[in-house]
Structures are given as C-alpha cells and as structure tokens.
C-alpha cells in the first residue's frame, strides 16, 4: 500500500502564491507519473499538471504559466507552484502517483481545498 500526504491548501486571495505538497510513503517500488487534480463543485476532476519520472511535463491550458510542478525523487514528494490565483483556481486538489515495477497502480491523496477569494 501507497500513503499520500498533502499539504498547503487553504484560503488565499486573488493574485496570491500558494504551494502544495505531497509526500508518498508505504510500498514503493518505483514512482512514474506524479501530478495534481482538481475538483470545483458541480464539476468532473480534472488535470492540473503532471511530472513523469524523466522530468517530462503537462499542464492544463488554464494554469499554464501560472502553475508550476516539480517533483523530488529523493522524498517521493510532488509540488504545485500555484501564482496568480484566481477564483475559478478554487477546487479541492488531489495528489495522484502511478507506482510499481512490472505492474503498475494508481494513489489519490485525500484532498485538500484551494479557496481563492478576497
């Protein structure tokens, strides 16, 4: 089993930085892709950004420029550079990480809120 931490969130005002972490701890063989995921009310979970293992990156068009990701490998841990903020950033976030060696298996994290309102 997988064990995902995340921290960071919470109520920022538009314009306003915000970071999010995830650390990832338990069975780990090998980590490929970690991102974040978000989820406004009334709407599907969607990508915000993903980083695989060789550094390649993806950002949803909304955040791009705004949202930075990295990951550090020694830690297992994933972080979301969020600058900018706007309302419509405002969703819970969710650490995702795709770990294992001959198989492979999805975490989620448990979610923490982004609230972006002045």
């Known amino acids: 089993q997988v064990q995902l931490v995340e921290s960071g969130g919470g109520l920022v005002q538009p314009g306003g930085p915000l970071r999010l972490s995830c650390a990832a701890s338990?069975?780990?063989?090998?980590?490929?892709?970690m991102g974040w995921y978000r989820q406004a009310p009334g709407k599907q979970r969607e990508l915000v950004a993903r980083?695989?293992?060789?550094?390649?990156?993806k950002y949803a068009d909304a955040v791009k420029g705004r949202f930075t990701i990295s990951r550090d490998n020694a830690k297992n841990t994933v972080y979301l550079q969020m600058n900018s903020l706007k309302p419509e950033d405002t969703a819970v976030y969710y650490c995702?990480?795709?770990?294992?060696?001959?198989?492979?298996?999805?975490?989620w994290g448990q979610g923490t809120q982004v609230t972006v309102s002045s």
């Open positions: 980083i695989g293992s060789g550094g390649s990156i």
């Open positions: 995702y990480v795709n770990v294992g060696s001959i198989n492979w298996y999805d975490y």
């Open positions: 338990g069975s780990i063989c090998s980590i490929n892709v």
